[in-house]
């Protein structure tokens, strides 16, 4: 794994201990990435990015070597989050790690403008998480959801998300979502 874009691109970040983390594939960040610049009418450097079910962390990290202003990573594990964060030493005021169960999430501190979520396949998970984000107050209304699921798994959105697009890359899918 490694950073594919802006000022860290080529830095190699750790890979997950476990095989129950299953980070988003190097080409896929890459497309991702593309079609967000794309759609962003700012500068990066305007917006804050929230990823869900993190893992290692490598989608924030991206948007962070790509110069976003803030990121914030939930995960249950934070193990190799942290141990990628530690590479980044001149960028850890930008990076908010928030170490939670997606289905107990607390208030929000902040609300985000991009979301990147990558639940495990098949769980029902990511439903869950996008209806506790919104009860909770994580997102700014308009943002940008990213949501990666199974390339057959069925979502059932809830309606304070809007389906704009959506894109498969090997096994995945993504979700693109506007907040309302």
């Known amino acids: 794994m490694r950073i594919i874009g802006g000022q860290y691109r080529g830095k190699k970040l750790f ?4 095989d129950k983390v299953r980070p988003t594939s190097d080409r896929a960040r890459e497309a991702l990435f593309n079609i967000l610049y794309s759609q962003l009418e700012n500068p990066w450097n305007e917006y804050t ?9 490598a989608f924030a990290l991206e948007a962070i070597s790509r110069g976003v202003k803030q990121v914030g990573v939930i995960d249950m594990d934070t193990t190799t989050i942290n141990k990628n964060i530690a ?6 005021t930008k990076i908010k790690v928030i170490k939670a169960n997606i289905q107990k999430l607390p208030a929000a501190s902040r609300a985000y403008d991009i ?11 990511s439903e869950i998480a996008l209806q506790q984000l919104h009860d909770n107050g994580w997102l ?13 798994e069925q ?5 304070c ?14 979700l693109f979502l506007n907040y309302l």
């Open 87 to 92: 590479l980044f030493p001149q960028e850890k």
């Open 49 to 57: 990015l929230l990823d869900v079910f993190a893992g290692t962390g």
């Open 115 to 125: 979301l990147f979520m990558d639940a495990p396949y098949n769980k029902g998970l």
């Open 155 to 159: 979502l059932a959105i809830p309606p």
């Open 15 to 18: 890979s997950p201990d476990s």
């Open 140 to 152: 700014k209304k308009g943002a940008l959801c990213l949501v990666e699921v199974e390339k057959n």
């Open 161 to 174: 998300y809007s389906l704009q697009n959506e894109r498969h890359y090997g096994l995945a899918k993504v």
